[in-house]
């Protein structure tokens, strides 16, 4: 089971983040986006010098998570003589952050400042081209050391990252629970622990239960305790729940569509599409799939290809056939056959 040592969320949190960091560093770089840096950077500097930490580098020019990034930061970082990486924004930023530290063999320290992505606890990034095309999920020395989400910072970004963070949260139990399945009686490696299963689970219900609340009461600038819920289950429970099992068909379509012209949507929105396919395919009983349908329409998460751009018969089969061929598909209990992936796409069309 990975994790971060320390998670640590609520209102104000931020102002943790230099006595909890000092415990494990002395010289910060910190690393953002230049949006998240002139948000959230006046407190991060605050936080860590009046702890005592010196921040030896600070980079608030990450746009993309990629390699030749991640070469230039960890040149600047050796020469700084840093300790510690102080990772703040979006996924991007604290990908490049992660990667960094894990390349500068240091501790990282992630910042949250929106809910479309669960990166922050998770021990691996994502890495793209600079044209935004994906490369490689790279799993890095270790999770992040300490994990701080102010959910005031949070609060104030923009809703649909939260929303959207909900749409990939949704697959995590789906795909667990897939995943689990493929592995029973395998004696060539991993099967996912029950506390994961569980982890993913508790995400599930807690996206039931409180998702549509919280979105509300954040529209009505009330703070409850649904949207600390919503924001644990988006940056905490489903972040660990998928690292310690596996994506499945639910990340596989998603990566299928993305290849294809013409499709528009966050990874969120595509994932929770996704989600209803996986579910849809696997015969899952129609009350339940009309629960989550429900669930991302009152939530303005895509029920219908439609929703994610106009795309011709041809398109969506080769996206399929991509999807088959991708390796979360692999998690899948049996091979997924592209006729029967579009069957499930098909009947999700038909509308459920
Ligand atoms: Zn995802």
């Known amino acids: 089971m990975v994790m971060p ?33 002139s948000i959230a950077g006046p407190r991060v500097r605050e936080s860590l010098e009046s702890a005592g930490l010196a921040i030896r580098a600070w980079d608030d020019s990450v746009r993309e998570c990629t390699y030749p990034k991640i070469s ?21 930023a604290i990908d490049t952050a992660k990667a960094v530290a894990s390349d500068l063999r240091v501790p990282a320290c992630t910042v949250g400042t929106q809910c479309a992505t669960n990166a922050d606890a998770s021990g691996e990034s994502v890495i793209y081209s600079e044209n935004h095309e994906y490369i490689e999920s790279k799993k890095l020395i ?26 990939d949260a949704l697959a995590c139990r789906f795909e667990a629970q897939a995943y689990a399945k493929s592995r029973e009686g395998k004696e060539d490696g991993a099967v996912p622990l029950t506390a994961a299963l569980a982890l993913a689970e508790n995400c599930y219900e807690t996206l039931m239960r409180s998702g549509i609340k919280a979105v509300d009461d954040l529209k009505a600038g009330v703070r409850s305790s649904e949207v600390e819920d919503i924001i644990e289950a988006v940056k905490f429970t489903s972040s660990i729940a998928f690292e310690n099992s596996s994506c499945a068909m639910a990340h596989a379509v998603h990566n299928g569509l993305t290849t294809i012209k013409g499709v528009r949507g966050s990874h969120g929105e595509i994932v929770a599409y996704g989600t209803i396919v996986q579910c849809v395919y696997e015969g899952r009983p129609g009350e339940e799939v009309r629960k989550i349908v429900d669930w991302c329409r009152k939530l303005g998460l895509p029920t ?10 041809d398109s969506i089969v080769a996206a399929a056939n991509k999807a088959c061929e991708d390796p979360d598909m692999r998690s899948m209990p049996g091979n997924v056959e592209p006729e029967d992936l579009m069957r499930a796409i098909d009947a999700v069309e038909s509308g459920i």
């Not at 290809?305 to 011709?312: E, R």
């Open 304 to 313: 219908s290809l439609n929703m994610l751009g106009k795309l011709p018969r």
């Open 72 to 92: 230039e930061l960890v040149k600047a970082g050796t020469e700084s003589g840093i300790d510690l990486v102080v990772g703040v924004g979006g996924g991007k």
């Open 142 to 167: 270790s999770n992040p050391a300490l994990v701080i989400e102010d959910t005031d910072i949070l609060s104030a970004a923009p809703i649909k990252f939260l929303v959207q963070g909900m749409g």
């Open 5 to 37: 040592l320390r998670y640590i969320q609520g209102p104000g949190a931020i102002q943790l983040l230099g006595p909890q960091a000092a415990v494990i560093g002395k010289n910060a770089f910190v690393i953002g986006e230049s949006v998240a840096l």
